[in-house]
């Protein structure tokens, strides 16, 4: 009996193995591809930052103007860094949950080439003055079929991975990444063609635009976190997930409220007066999935403080979760039509909802992801302990700085704004302080994602000390056996001692 369950336990490190090998070079692309765009994001935030508080900084120079430079960084952030983040854990994920090989990498990582030409085009395009002013959306309008063909590339695999995989459980994680994998194109082909192919009203126009950001937030970039919190919190700690009843109401919850937000950008419009407010109501209620999720997450999580405290994969993904929360309040907070919207729907408030969704959220559970992933997929142990928590402080210190300075300058704006017997300039002034410490908190955020880029870049070139079994950071934390019958690896955190399995 013991030896039929070991030779099972071969078997599945094997197919583990074989997974992990067929999937290293577009995993490791896309995310040492993305880390690039990120610090390349983060240095044109610090311009259009220290623009707002200095406009004549850099002001010789027609490329780096404000209404140039800051569609570009949030452009990089979203294409650059988010999506092919989102790309390497869907990939990777859907493969070891599905129990595939993968069979295209190739194709996969021309796709991905493809992709990142397409960030760049567009990138030229807008600091040359040739966006199409329309937030998320600036990119020339010759680039979103280019992504369209790109996405369809990468995920397509994902696909057929998951209809070809053996029969039995499927997994939460599968849930929300077949639902993002579905949802991206509906909303990426339905709003591309009816702003560049079948334009209409201006004013609509704008109500489209608003749909899209909401809809990428919480359709796609939400969807993806999740699968992958759900994946790590039960296979680090090797217990199962809290509540999968939990888990299906959360799921269904944002597949319901999701795609109705959006249209409270608009208050005040001249457009169907209920518009406004079902949207503001769809945000505010993203509060119930979004508790569901970090309950179901956290008590899954911190039911093993041990592994916690050495695990930088759950260390990230825990802070991530964390934002998760704070952007279900800020959905709350930011959407009161009676109170602060008003206040907010113009002002620096928006910018900070945008940026503790896609960095205070999104982008620490890809962090948590990239250091579960990465050693794995090489073979190899991460450098650096020091680096890693280098990482760690410096975003989390500088990101709830940008976030929470841009919440509140931006309501401190929206009262100025409000005082229309006051000059323009009271509003200004008010946001003035807010826009150095934002400035400030981007400087240290880039100076870690520094080092994680040359981090990532060296473990993609297997500088990284061999090792045939994951490691922690240190050695008295324990594990069980994973959860659903999957593998209970636990997490390679860096140099130190090297766990059984």
Same mark, same amino acid.
């Not at 994902?158 to 053996?166: K, T």
């Not at 179901?296 to 934002?323: C, D, E, K, Q, Y």
């Not at 297997?462 to 008295?476: E, I, K, M, Q």
């Given at each position: 009996?013991?030896?039929?369950?070991?030779?099972?336990?071969?078997?599945?490190?094997?197919?583990?193995?074989?997974?992990?090998?067929?999937?290293?070079?577009?995993?490791?692309?896309?995310?040492?591809?993305?880390?690039?765009?990120?610090?390349?994001?983060?240095?044109?935030?610090?311009?259009?930052?220290?623009?707002?508080?200095?406009?004549?900084?850099?002001?010789?120079?027609?490329?780096?103007?404000?209404?140039?430079?800051?569609?570009?960084?949030?452009?990089?952030?979203?294409?650059?860094?988010?999506?092919?983040?989102?790309?390497?854990?869907?990939?990777?994920?859907?493969?070891?949950?599905?129990?595939?090989?993968?069979?295209?990498?190739?194709?996969?990582?021309?796709?991905?080439?493809?992709?990142?030409?397409?960030?760049?085009?567009?990138?030229?395009?807008?600091?040359?003055?040739?966006?199409?002013?329309?937030?998320?959306?600036?990119?020339?309008?010759?680039?979103?079929?280019?992504?369209?063909?790109?996405?369809?590339?990468?995920?397509?695999?994902?696909?057929?991975?998951?209809?070809?995989?053996?029969?039995?459980?499927?997994?939460?994680?599968?849930?929300?990444?077949?639902?993002?994998?579905?949802?991206?194109?509906?909303?990426?082909?339905?709003?591309?063609?009816?702003?560049?192919?079948?334009?209409?009203?201006?004013?609509?126009?704008?109500?489209?635009?608003?749909?899209?950001?909401?809809?990428?937030?919480?359709?796609?970039?939400?969807?993806?976190?999740?699968?992958?919190?759900?994946?790590?919190?039960?296979?680090?700690?090797?217990? #199962?997930?809290?509540?999968? =009843? /939990?888990?299906?109401? @959360? &799921?269904?919850? $944002? !597949? *319901?409220? +999701?795609?109705?937000?959006?249209?409270?950008?608009?208050?005040?419009?001249?457009?169907?007066?209920?518009?406004?407010?079902?949207?503001?109501?769809?945000?505010?209620?993203?509060?119930?999935?979004?508790?569901?999720?970090?309950?179901?997450?956290?008590?899954?999580?911190?039911?093993?403080?041990?592994?916690?405290?050495?695990?930088?994969?759950?260390?990230?993904?825990?802070?991530?979760?964390?934002?998760?929360?704070?952007?279900?309040?800020?959905?709350?907070?930011?959407?009161?039509?009676?109170?602060?919207? #008003?206040?907010?729907?113009? =002002? /620096?408030?928006?910018? @900070? &909802?945008?940026? $503790? !969704? *896609?960095? +205070?959220?999104?982008?620490?559970?890809?962090?948590?992801?990239?250091?579960?992933?990465?050693?794995?997929?090489?073979?190899?142990?991460?450098?650096?302990?020091?680096?890693?928590?280098?990482?760690?402080?410096?975003?989390?210190?500088?990101?709830?700085?940008?976030?929470?300075?841009?919440?509140?300058?931006?309501?401190?704006?929206?009262?100025?704004?409000?005082?229309?017997?006051?000059?323009?300039?009271?509003?200004?002034?008010?946001?003035?302080?807010?826009?150095?410490?934002?400035?400030?908190?981007?400087?240290?955020?880039?100076?870690?994602?520094?080092?994680?880029?040359?981090?990532?870049? $060296?473990?993609?070139?297997?500088?990284?000390?061999?090792?045939?079994?994951?490691?922690?950071?240190?050695?008295?934390?324990?594990?069980?056996?994973?959860?659903?019958?999957?593998?209970?690896?636990?997490?390679?955190?860096?140099?130190?001692?090297?766990?059984?399995?």
């Amino acid at each position: 009996m013991s030896s039929a369950i070991q030779n099972s336990s071969d078997q599945d490190a094997l197919l583990r193995a074989g997974i992990d090998r067929s999937l290293r070079h577009p995993v490791m692309f896309f995310m040492t591809s993305g880390a690039a765009w990120l610090a390349v994001s983060i240095v044109l935030g610090i311009i259009a930052s220290a623009k707002v508080h200095s406009p004549g900084f850099m002001s010789g120079c027609a490329w780096l103007d404000y209404g140039r430079v800051f569609p570009s960084h949030i452009n990089a952030l979203i294409y650059g860094w988010g999506f092919q983040a989102a790309f390497a854990v869907i990939i990777w994920l859907m493969a070891r949950l599905s129990r595939k090989e993968c069979t295209s990498a190739g194709i996969i990582l021309t796709a991905g080439h493809i992709w990142n030409l397409g960030v760049s085009l567009g990138l030229v395009g807008i600091l040359s003055g040739n966006g199409t002013g329309m937030p998320w959306m600036e990119f020339p309008s010759f680039v979103w079929p280019v992504f369209l063909v790109s996405y369809t590339a990468i995920v397509i695999g994902s696909f057929i991975q998951f209809r070809v995989r053996p029969e039995g459980h499927v997994y939460i994680s599968q849930w929300y990444l077949l639902a993002a994998m579905v949802w991206f194109p509906w909303v990426f082909i339905t709003a591309n063609t009816l702003l560049h192919c079948i334009p209409g009203h201006p004013l609509m126009a704008a109500g489209i635009n608003a749909w899209y950001r909401s809809a990428l937030v919480f359709l796609f970039f939400t969807p993806v976190a999740l699968a992958a919190a759900y994946y790590l919190a039960p296979k680090v700690t090797g217990r #199962p997930v809290f509540s999968y =009843s /939990l888990a299906k109401l @959360g &799921f269904w919850s $944002l !597949a *319901i409220i +999701g795609p109705w937000a959006g249209m409270q950008k608009l208050m005040g419009a001249p457009i169907p007066f209920f518009l406004p407010y079902v949207g503001a109501a769809a945000t505010v209620l993203f509060f119930v999935p979004a508790v569901c999720a970090a309950v179901n997450i956290l008590r899954t999580t911190l039911s093993s403080p041990a592994v916690v405290a050495s695990s930088p994969s759950l260390r990230f993904m825990i802070t991530g979760i964390g934002g998760l929360i704070l952007l279900g309040l800020a959905a709350v907070w930011l959407n009161l039509p009676g109170s602060t919207l #008003p206040l907010t729907q113009f =002002s /620096l408030s928006g910018y @900070g &909802f945008e940026i $503790l !969704a *896609i960095y +205070g959220f999104f982008s620490f559970v890809m962090f948590g992801s990239v250091y579960f992933i990465v050693p794995r997929v090489t073979g190899r142990e991460w450098l650096s302990r020091r680096l890693i928590k280098i990482h760690f402080l410096f975003s989390v210190y500088g990101i709830i700085t940008v976030a929470a300075v841009a919440l509140f300058g931006g309501l401190q704006q929206g009262i100025g704004q409000e005082e229309w017997q006051q000059p323009w300039q009271g509003a200004a002034t008010r946001a003035y302080p807010y826009a150095v410490a934002t400035t400030i908190a981007w400087c240290f955020i880039l100076f870690s994602n520094v080092f994680f880029f040359i981090h990532l870049a $060296l473990m993609w070139l297997r500088l990284g000390r061999r090792s045939l079994h994951p490691t922690l950071l240190v050695s008295d934390a324990h594990h069980g056996p994973g959860p659903h019958g999957e593998e209970g690896d636990i997490d390679n955190a860096g140099p130190g001692h090297a766990a059984a399995h």
